[in-house]
């Protein structure tokens, strides 16, 4: 492969990213025809399914998804009970592309985000788990960000693994058997965490990395111009003022004391 | 008003941002009565409109969204040409929550998204102008993110102000008579306009400050957990390495030119 072969197929796979009408119809018709397109070697064939909920955080699911979106030949699957729309925390609603049924069976990627009392009744919720349960025993990656790892952790998939989640109920995961671990994104084999909401595009671009190679994630980085700049440094409990962390952690409470709860039902 | 109080009501106020089911509510049923809650003075009013287009890059509309989405009391109106369902350029299907002539008169915030195709068809398209120049005229604050600033610019809200873009257009905003600036963020009066995709974060956060006040903001950057740690650094045209600078110039090269015909038809 000489670096031609390599920029060329490389445009092609990063157009998916930034300009893909074409694209966008292969995530909803998975037996739509690749095109025919110079440097196939660069085409993936991954199938990721992203789990969606009601009440779920929607830039949990937003910011990993723009990555995937970038890679060129992969299936985006949005999984949900039915084909209704899902509404989240926030008040998005968007339309799922595959049910627990129509989801296929085998899968690159099992992907969950989070939230709060949406997340906890997902993870409650027996079709859900046995779902994720399910994909996530062959799924090649089994990954969240933010809370989502509790579903995980619900579902089983999170015994023995190192894991993180959003700062608020990391120590949660314990109760999953899990191994609290305090990272942006953390992996452990074929197991891979991000943070809270934001750690969505850490763990996106990790995974493009993963799935393909690390310039091809360079290239999904600078095509979504993430070079970040925080107006402020409140971001983490290491850096937040005390009087920011404070009310956070008492809005906070009652969610937490829900997680230990589901944490305890679900020990085995 | 003590610590207490204000504390008190920032907890209520920032769980908008996590757990707003009444929100959500809220943010649907825009006559909805807001619940009593203590410390009313933290509440905002503050009529937040949010374009969707077929095509738009669904980063760019999640990021500050996602922000938004913690003002408490404020109402976020995801707003096309009908409340039928949007597919963005990476397959993902939002459902608009008010049309060109339900949304409110007079806005606080106007704001559109970027993408490619997608941004350029809505920035010819005379309905979707009219309601962006309307809007404008009027709106408190007029904002975008990523390429977003060419719907502003053809719409005519860029004339005399610096404005940014994602780094492939900024450029082309002088053809529309505005001052392109390399900056996250730009402000000039009350214009503010972010930078490629993700910028979309550090955008939002800034509009949370502008909005409310810096501590508020602080609280939605911990809620988000949002201490970003790019797993790369290439997110820039001044930090990516040539290799993957080519690649994307070129890809861009097609976008860049009817961005740049675009605004040699709108010039006046």
Redesign the interface.
């Known amino acids: 492969m000489t670096?031609i072969n390599r920029?060329e197929a490389?445009?092609l796979a990063?157009?998916?990213?930034?300009?893909?009408?074409a694209?966008?119809?292969?995530?909803?018709q998975p037996d739509h025809k690749m095109p025919e397109v110079k440097g196939e070697h660069w085409m993936g064939d991954e199938q990721i399914a992203m789990l969606m909920y009601p009440?779920m955080?929607?830039?949990d699911l937003?910011?990993p998804?723009?990555m995937f979106?970038g890679l060129m030949g992969a299936k985006?699957y949005?999984v949900a009970k039915s084909l209704d729309?899902v509404?989240?925390?926030?008040?998005?609603?968007?339309?799922p592309?595959a049910t627990f049924k129509t989801c296929p069976n085998d899968l690159t990627v099992l992907f969950t985000p989070g939230g709060?009392?949406g997340t906890l009744a997902a993870a409650r919720d027996a079709e859900t788990l046995a779902f994720m349960a399910d994909r996530g025993a062959r799924a090649k990656y089994v990954t969240s960000v933010?809370s989502g790892s509790l579903i995980l952790g619900a579902a089983g998939l999170l015994k023995g693994y190192k894991a993180t989640s959003?700062?608020s109920v990391r120590h949660v995961l314990a109760g999953f058997g899990a191994i609290p671990t305090d990272a942006?994104?953390v992996r452990d084999r074929n197991r891979i965490t991000g943070?809270?909401?934001?750690?969505g595009?850490?763990f996106g671009?990790?995974m493009v990395?993963e799935l393909r190679d690390?310039?091809y994630?360079?290239?999904c980085?600078?095509?979504?111009?993430?070079?970040?700049?925080?107006?402020?440094n409140?971001?983490?409990?290491?850096?937040?003022?005390p009087?920011?962390?404070?009310?956070?952690l008492?809005?906070?409470a009652d969610?937490v004391k829900k997680s230990e709860a589901l944490a305890a039902s679900t020990k085995s």
Chains 1, 2 share one sequence.
């Open positions: 670096d920029r490389l445009v990063i157009s998916a990213a930034f300009a893909p009408h694209f966008a119809a292969e995530q909803t009440g955080t929607v830039l937003i910011g998804q723009s979106g985006v949005l729309p509404t989240s925390d926030a008040g998005v609603t968007i339309t592309t709060t009392d933010c959003h700062w942006r994104v943070a809270g909401v934001t750690a595009l850490d671009l990790t990395a690390p310039f994630a360079e290239c980085q600078l095509m979504a111009e993430y070079d970040p700049d925080p107006p402020f409140a971001g983490s409990m290491k850096t937040a003022p009087e920011v962390k404070a009310p956070m008492e809005m906070l969610f």
